[in-house]
């Protein structure tokens, strides 16, 4: 990892994210951070400068729930820089009703994995530039509940569903992002580009924004010291930057020990990372 490396880091308005930038900033990376708004821009990057003056905060503006704002803004990340060190999938979201995107996708699907996928592959040349590229993809260990996957069913389902009813679909999109990093990882096999993914652990920042009593309950956690996201930040500034992991790739890393562990079935099964692979492009292609 080079000693000031430039870092591209989605979600980093809030909650994991908001604090991993923070935490890379210190370390000396220069970021370039996606947001929905030009007010949450300003203010994560003036928190920032806050702790670390003489940091460089670029920021891009999109809306994730929009295929074709993902594909403009992850051609402008591109056109900006020669090279990029690190790509950090964090964005994300669990919505507690369905909701269906313009382009007709169930949203947790478009904005939780089809938005990596179209980020990552347009920055695949720059990343490639790099002395050592990484990808670090934020999953979930809520993948465990994701019910049935059918591909490519799965990727345009919106079948309503009920707050109760919202687990499942939201643990389907992040067994959707660990399929999608192994099949990235066997991918780019040799080209010096590491691709992994991580579970976070539970955390309480951001819990259930979507929920009326979520900052109550997360005040109550943070009382007791359950679901400390400072742990799942450290583990996606160690997996952007740690010695640790150089040539390391494939790997799906948990907050619990910072260990490897196995993805639930059938994420680790090849040809169904292929085929979501596939199906993905596809799906895609009819977007245009």
């Not at 908001?18 to 990376?29: N, Q, Y």
């Not at 019910?147 to 069913?153: A, H, K, N």
Request: charge should be negative; charged fraction near 20%.
């Amino acid at each position: 990892m080079t000693s000031s490396p430039l870092i591209v880091i989605t979600g980093a308005t809030n909650g994991l994210g908001r604090i991993a930038a923070g935490d890379l900033a210190r370390r000396g990376a220069r970021l370039a951070i996606t947001a929905r708004s030009h007010s949450k821009a300003d203010d994560t990057r003036a928190e920032i400068l806050a702790h670390t003056p003489h940091a460089q905060v670029d920021v891009f503006l999109a809306d994730f729930t929009r295929v074709s704002d993902t594909q403009r803004v992850s051609a402008e990340i591109a056109a900006s820089y020669d090279h990029i060190d690190v790509l950090i999938n964090n964005a994300g979201i669990h919505a507690f009703q369905p909701r269906i995107t313009p382009d007709g996708l169930p949203e947790m699907i478009a904005v939780n994995y089809l938005t990596p996928f179209i980020l990552t592959n347009a920055l695949l040349p720059q990343l490639q530039r790099a002395p050592t590229g990484r990808i670090v993809t934020v999953a979930s260990e809520a993948s465990r509940r994701h019910g049935t996957l059918s591909l490519p069913d799965d990727l345009t389902d919106t079948t309503p569903f009920t707050a109760r009813g919202s687990s499942p679909v939201y643990g389907k999109s992040k067994l959707l992002d660990i399929m999608f990093s192994l099949e990235l990882a066997r991918r780019l096999d040799g080209t010096g580009v590491a691709a992994n993914c991580l579970d976070p652990g539970f955390n309480t920042t951001g819990l259930g924004r979507e929920l009326g009593f979520a900052g109550r309950l997360e005040q109550l956690l943070t009382a007791l010291h359950i679901g400390d996201p400072q742990r799942g930040a450290d583990l996606i500034t160690a997996l952007a930057t740690d010695p640790e992991y150089d040539g390391r790739t494939g790997l799906y890393v948990t907050v619990r020990n910072r260990r490897e562990i196995r993805p639930t079935a059938p994420a680790n099964d090849p040809a169904l990372q292929a085929l979501l692979w596939e199906a993905t492009e596809n799906l895609l292609m009819s977007l245009r």
